[in-house]
């Protein structure tokens, strides 16, 4: 029974994290899947909800209107959040007839205010974006490319992280954002992406549904929606949008936390995603479900693998040397975070350390959706 555990386990996680994005790689290969895309330029809405971005905002606006979009197609709508700050005076500069603003007065959540933005918006395509990061000059057009083949029901674009300061924990989600980016240009060729970037995304207004309230993760949410409604949600790698990535261990895993939470609450928005459904049921659990599974696996190797490698009357050499391998990872994660505080790096134990920090976050994520946090529910941000 435990050798059965260990194999289980060891075979989980393999599968999560090398398994599916060979299989996603090959089937992505096989159907290869083209969009028909040609340069087109329908009425753009652009919705950004914000909450204290004083220091973002102007140039957030000034941003989008220097892209490569007719000016006369493109608006602008601002949703401030419930700001505390000068976010809302700053935004109100900009109003005119491309530059429209709403403001709450007390803080509602990120899901209630896009939910205005859209229906304020007049545009047939609708473009969410946050107010920290920018869009490259032809990110938009770009985007909006994808739209011209009416298969096609939203399009992801590419965020691009980029260090300032070069730390240990920035190489690491850097290097594990580029993984995740290639499993997503894969599931494109192969149909579609599960979920979009939230920095950079755009819908069919005409396909828009108002987000639950207590809907943490709209960039998935709403893509997924569109999934199962028939369409297609590709990712457009030319459309790119930059920022930075956060420098500290904390930060990182308090965003991780807030996302994977999310992946358990679209269980409960979205049951419809646990039923086999246009075939994306595969990459629905193998990409989203069997993440938040892979720490209770890796909890579950290591106990049984203890079992088999000391407490079992003949312990084989090969159970021994997992075992050893074990010790052997974790006590890179220890290094890891003893070199991450001192502003060091190893970059295998930085690798390590990285790695088990995701995979805590969706322990952590778990209580969160259990214990119903309403706070993390209602930011989303």
Same mark, same amino acid.
């Given at each position: 029974?435990?050798?059965?555990?260990?194999?289980?386990?060891?075979?989980?996680?393999?599968?999560?994290?090398?398994?599916?994005?060979?299989?996603?790689?090959?089937?992505?290969?096989?159907?290869?899947?083209?969009?028909?895309?040609?340069e087109i330029t329908p009425r753009l809405s652009v919705v950004i909800?914000?909450?204290?971005?004083?220091?973002?905002?102007?140039?957030?606006?000034?941003?989008?209107?220097?892209?490569?979009?007719?000016?006369?197609?493109?608006?602008?709508?601002?949703?401030?959040?419930?700001?505390?700050?000068?976010?809302?005076?700053?935004?109100?500069?900009?109003?005119?007839?491309?530059?429209?603003?709403?403001?709450?007065?007390?803080?509602?959540?990120?899901?209630?205010?896009?939910?205005?933005?859209?229906?304020?918006?007049?545009?047939?395509?609708?473009?969410?974006?946050?107010?920290?990061?920018?869009?490259?000059?032809?990110?938009?057009?770009?985007l909006v490319a994808n739209f011209a083949d009416r298969e096609v029901?939203?399009?992801s674009g590419e965020l691009l992280l980029e260090s300032k300061g070069?730390?240990?924990?920035?190489?690491?989600?850097?290097?594990?954002?580029?993984?995740?980016?290639?499993?997503?240009?894969?599931?494109?060729?192969?149909?579609?992406?599960?979920?979009?970037?939230?920095?950079?995304?755009?819908?069919?207004?005409?396909?828009?549904?108002?987000?639950?309230?207590?809907?943490?993760?709209?960039?998935?949410?709403?893509?997924?929606?569109?999934?199962?409604?028939?369409?297609?949600?590709?990712?457009?790698?030319?459309?790119?949008?930059?920022?930075?990535?956060?420098?500290?261990?904390?930060?990182?895993?308090?965003?991780?936390?807030?996302?994977?939470?999310?992946?358990?609450?679209?269980?409960?928005?979205?049951?419809?995603?646990?039923?086999?459904? *246009?075939?994306? #049921?595969?990459? =629905?659990?193998?990409?989203? +479900?069997?993440?938040? !599974? /892979?720490?209770?696996?890796? %909890?579950?190797?290591?106990?049984?693998?203890?079992?088999?490698?000391?407490?079992?009357?003949?312990?084989?050499?090969?159970?021994?040397?997992?075992?050893?391998?074990?010790?052997?990872?974790?006590?890179?994660?220890?290094?890891?975070?003893?070199?991450?505080?001192?502003?060091? *790096?190893?970059? #295998?134990?930085? =690798?390590?350390?990285?790695? +088990?920090?995701?995979? !805590? /976050?969706?322990?952590?994520? %778990?209580?969160?959706?259990?214990?119903?946090?309403?706070?993390?529910?209602?930011?989303?941000?």
């Amino acid at each position: 029974m435990t050798e059965t555990l260990f194999w289980v386990s060891a075979g989980a996680i393999l599968y999560t994290y090398i398994g599916y994005p060979i299989a996603v790689w090959l089937l992505g290969c096989a159907r290869n899947r083209q969009v028909l895309k040609r340069e087109i330029t329908p009425r753009l809405s652009v919705v950004i909800a914000c909450h204290n971005e004083e220091n973002n905002i102007e140039p957030r606006i000034r941003n989008i209107f220097e892209c490569d979009y007719p000016p006369g197609s493109l608006e602008v709508i601002i949703v401030s959040d419930g700001s505390t700050d000068f976010t809302a005076e700053i935004a109100r500069r900009f109003v005119c007839d491309r530059v429209s603003l709403f403001v709450y007065g007390e803080r509602k959540g990120k899901a209630a205010a896009l939910n205005v933005g859209v229906e304020m918006a007049t545009g047939e395509i609708v473009l969410f974006a946050d107010s920290r990061q920018s869009f490259e000059p032809c990110a938009i057009k770009h985007l909006v490319a994808n739209f011209a083949d009416r298969e096609v029901g939203a399009v992801s674009g590419e965020l691009l992280l980029e260090s300032k300061g070069g730390s240990s924990v920035s190489e690491g989600v850097g290097v594990y954002w580029k993984y995740e980016k290639w499993i997503r240009k894969n599931e494109s060729r192969a149909g579609s992406v599960m979920g979009a970037t939230g920095a950079i995304y755009a819908i069919r207004r005409e396909l828009w549904q108002p987000l639950p309230e207590s809907t943490i993760l709209d960039d998935v949410y709403t893509p997924m929606r569109i999934a199962l409604g028939g369409r297609r949600v590709v990712f457009e790698e030319k459309a790119r949008a930059h920022d930075l990535i956060a420098e500290s261990a904390r930060y990182e895993f308090a965003r991780k936390v807030r996302t994977l939470t999310g992946n358990y609450q679209l269980c409960q928005l979205m049951p419809r995603l646990l039923i086999p459904t *246009r075939g994306l #049921l595969f990459q =629905f659990y193998s990409h989203k +479900l069997m993440r938040l !599974a /892979a720490p209770v696996f890796l %909890l579950l190797l290591l106990a049984s693998n203890l079992i088999t490698g000391l407490a079992s009357s003949s312990p084989t050499l090969f159970y021994r040397a997992t075992l050893a391998a074990q010790l052997i990872f974790y006590a890179a994660v220890l290094g890891g975070g003893f070199l991450q505080k001192r502003n060091r *790096r190893v970059r #295998l134990l930085n =690798f390590a350390y990285v790695f +088990l920090i995701m995979n !805590a /976050a969706a322990l952590v994520g %778990l209580f969160h959706f259990v214990l119903g946090n309403r706070n993390l529910w209602a930011r989303g941000e």
